[in-house]
Each structure stands twice: as structure tokens, then as C-alpha cells.
């Protein structure tokens, strides 16, 4: 079993940072992809970006391309998001999940996964 926090958020105005931190313990950390994902209500999760267990960064919203990075301690067991130039449209509850592996396609495929976060870009 795989226990998954994430910590971080909160409430920043448009073009301000934020950062998360998802710390997985349980089992050996760097086998396993951290993905990111984020909801709105009434919308599906939609899948931001994920870093594999090699630590190769996959984007899949492509609206966070050179704003939202990622980076992992294995030794902390922590993955890291780094949200930059944020937007209102970034307003959403963010969760992180693991999967054994590589960044899995879909939603699905994550077995273990964080409590949400609310992020809110507000002027």
C-alpha cells in the first residue's frame, strides 16, 4: 500500500507561484510516477502533468506548458509542483496520484491517490 499526501495551494492572484509537494510512503518511492491532476466542479478530473520514475516530465494539459513544472526527491519521497504565472483559469482542486512506473494515459490507471487542494487565482 502506497499512502499519498499532498500539501500546498491556496489562494494567489493572476501571474503569482505556487507550489505543492505529494509525498508517497509505503513502498519504494522511485518506482513510481506521480501524476497531477485537477478538478472543477461540474468538469471531469483532467490529467496536468505527470513525472515518471526516471524523472522525465509528460504534459498533458497543454495550457500549463512553461508555467507548471516538476521535480522529485527520492530520497524525501517528495514530488514537487511548481505552478508559476498562474491564471484564473488554474482555479481547481489539485490531487497527485501514483502509479508503479511510467505516466499512465488515463485517469484510471493511478492507483493511490492524495486529498485534494483547492487553488484559487483571484485578482
Known amino acids: 500500500q502506497l499512502h499519498v499526501v499532498t500539501s500546498g495551494g491556496g489562494s494567489v492572484q493572476p501571474g503569482g507561484s505556487l507550489r505543492f509537494s505529494c509525498v508517497a510512503s509505503?513502498?519504494?518511492?522511485?518506482?513510481?510516477?506521480i501524476g497531477w491532476f485537477r478538478q472543477v466542479p461540474g468538469k471531469e478530473r483532467e490529467a496536468v502533468l505527470c513525472?515518471?520514475?526516471?524523472?522525465?516530465?509528460?504534459i498533458n494539459a497543454e495550457s500549463v506548458k512553461g508555467r507548471f513544472t516538476l521535480s522529485r526527491d527520492n530520497v524525501k519521497n517528495t514530488v514537487y509542483l511548481q505552478m508559476d504565472n498562474l491564471k484564473p483559469e488554474d482555479t481547481a482542486v489539485y490531487y497527485c496520484?501514483?502509479?508503479?512506473?511510467?505516466?499512465?494515459?488515463?485517469?484510471?490507471?493511478?492507483?493511490?491517490w492524495g486529498q485534494g487542494t483547492q487553488v484559487t487565482v483571484s485578482s
Open positions: 509505503g513502498r519504494t518511492f522511485e518506482y513510481y510516477a
Open positions: 513525472i515518471s520514475d526516471s524523472g522525465t516530465t509528460t
Open positions: 496520484a501514483a502509479a508503479a512506473g511510467s505516466c499512465r494515459i488515463g485517469i484510471h490507471e493511478y492507483d493511490w
